[in-house]
Every structure is written in structure tokens, then in C-alpha cells.
């Protein structure tokens, strides 16, 4: 998907605010089906599932019961179906996953 280095999180506190990013960004998505939905209805369906996604990771963030390294999120296999200009946070939604399936980037100086 991605030849370059993709940088993970380096706190738990920039992971989340990473899902919140994309959590505001899912909300303008939606506003914008509502004015003019026309090429983007196709969506709606994946815009469903990214953002209970979304929410279930948040959620488990903020109670404790998140875990790292589960497998690949399930929104990974469609990613490749939209376009950038389509998914403008696509690329933060590759890191989320990379932080998820690798855990937090931990320096050498913060070991």
C-alpha cells in the first residue's frame, strides 16, 4: 500500500487523538453526503463500518480494554476501494492501524 516508513504513535495520548481526528473527520464526510452525496453515497455503507470501528476503538482506549496487535482492523480491506481525494485522512487511518499492529514508536532514548 505504502513504500515509505509509516510513523506510528508515540503515546497512547497521540493515538487517541488520532481516532479523534479521524472521528471529526467521518463527521464532515457525513455532512457532506447530506448537502451533495452524489459521488459519495457509494460510501456510506464503508463510512458506517470505519466509524463504529472508530468508536469501538476509542471507547476500549478509554475504558482499558484495548489491546495492540489483534490483527489488521477489518476497515483495512477496503481501504484500497478509495481514493485520497475521496479519504482525505486515509493515510492517518494506515497509521492507525500500523500503530495498532506494531504497537507505540518508542525511542531509543524514551526505553
Known amino acids: 500500500m ?9 503515546s497512547t495520548e497521540e493515538y487517541v487523538n488520532m481516532i479523534e481526528q479521524v472521528l471529526d473527520d467521518l ?5 457532506s453526503m447530506e448537502f451533495d452525496g452524489e459521488g459519495i453515497v457509494d460510501m456510506g ?9 472508530m468508536k469501538e476503538i476509542y ?3 478509554k475504558d482499558g480494554s484495548y ?5 489488521d482492523f477489518p476497515f483495512m480491506a477496503s481501504l484500497d476501494n478509495y481514493h485520497e ?3 482525505p485522512f486515509r493515510f492517518l487511518l494506515v497509521r ?9 514508536e518508542i525511542s531509543e532514548e524514551e526505553k
Not at 505504502?2 to 508515540?10: C, E, L, P, Q
Not at 492507525?96 to 507505540?104: A, C, F, Q, S
Open 27 to 31: 463527521w464532515d464526510i457525513r455532512q
Open 85 to 87: 481525494s475521496m479519504l
Open 2 to 10: 505504502f513504500k515509505t516508513k509509516i510513523v506510528r504513535a508515540r
Open 96 to 104: 492507525i492501524n500500523e500503530t495498532h499492529m506494531k504497537g507505540l
Open 59 to 61: 471507547q476500549s482506549m
Open 45 to 53: 455503507d464503508f463510512i458506517d463500518e470505519l466509524e463504529g470501528s
Open 67 to 71: 489491546e495492540f496487535a489483534t490483527g
